[in-house]
């Protein structure tokens, strides 16, 4: 294995100006970037920047109206946080699904982001929460949807010269968020279909609005289903509904045959989680 020059930034203005200078590969802990080395995910990098010592780019915080988390928060820091638990609890289970202890202690929601596998596991629950991906440079901040971050196979909206600085989620009152894994096992599984599906509703029997379903591992990027959510949007939980959205889904998403999985097998599987979840909402 080639090891690439590594630098390691003591500050984030240090990071920005050496991500201004020449491109570097960013890592956090390092649980992607060591397979991405052994060539295992395309050529490596050829240079490498370290910013696990940036403590800017760490903590919890309610910010507002909005839960922020810095992007070297680790899975472990999630699953321990009472405000994540209160707030976002679909993200600590979302967490508990990632790899073993070690992954989760140094793993990181902002390597999860930045990799954008069309497998990651949190990446649908951002999705579902309307979360909004904070990025860095030396030109400043700005703020990325996160249906808009990822835009293709492994790709994103980052310029070479930013990264991941915080992702932002908005808290809305009355909000209820659902999420689903399924692997090979129970644990320590990449997904074969990843979901989240979150809607507003004052009480039961309320019909449900701001409907929003993220997938993983269903097409070549993490994606909102749109055309499902208008199936659900302004209707009930019911069996009609639960029927009619699994159709839809079944139809709207682009799985592909691989060495985890078939299509069709995908396909078959989101329609029945997405029914299932439907079906427990409504308590039936």
């Not at 929601?109 to 990025?135: E, F, K, Y």
């Not at 310029?159 to 999420?179: G, H, K, S, T, Y």
């Amino acid at each position: 294995m080639i090891e690439p020059p590594l630098v390691s930034p003591t500050g984030l203005d240090e990071a920005y100006r050496l991500l201004a200078e020449a491109v570097h590969r960013p890592v956090a802990g390092g649980t992607d970037v060591l397979v991405q080395l052994a060539g295992e995910l395309g050529p490596p990098p050829e240079r490498l920047i370290d910013l696990w010592g940036l403590d800017e780019l760490r903590g919890i915080s309610l910010d507002g109206d909005a839960l922020t988390l810095g992007a070297l928060t680790t899975y472990t820091e999630i699953r321990r946080s009472a405000v994540c638990r209160d707030l976002v609890p679909a993200l600590v289970e979302a967490s508990a699904t990632i790899g073993a202890a070690q992954i989760q202690n140094r793993g990181t929601l902002g390597g999860n982001v930045a990799n954008a596998s069309p497998a990651g596991d949190m990446l649908p629950v951002l999705l579902a929460t309307d979360a909004v991906i904070v990025v860095g440079s030396v030109r400043g901040e700005r703020e990325v949807p996160a249906p808009s971050f990822w835009t293709g196979y492994r790709q994103t909206a980052l310029q070479p010269d930013e990264i991941v600085v915080r992702i932002r989620i908005p808290l809305i009152a009355d909000r209820q968020v659902r999420f689903r894994k399924i692997g090979t096992r129970r644990a320590q599984a990449i997904s074969k279909v990843v979901l989240a599906l979150s809607w507003v509703a004052e009480s039961p029997g309320v019909q449900w609005r701001m409907v929003r379903l993220g997938l993983g591992s269903v097409a070549e990027r993490p994606i909102r289903a749109t055309a499902t959510e208008a199936v659900l949007d302004g209707r009930l939980p019911t069996s009609d509904t639960a029927d009619t959205a699994s159709v839809r889904v079944a139809a709207e998403i682009e799985p592909i045959n691989d060495v985890r999985s078939t299509a069709d097998y995908r396909r078959a599987v989101t329609a029945r989680v997405l029914h299932r979840l439907i079906r427990e909402a409504g308590g039936w």
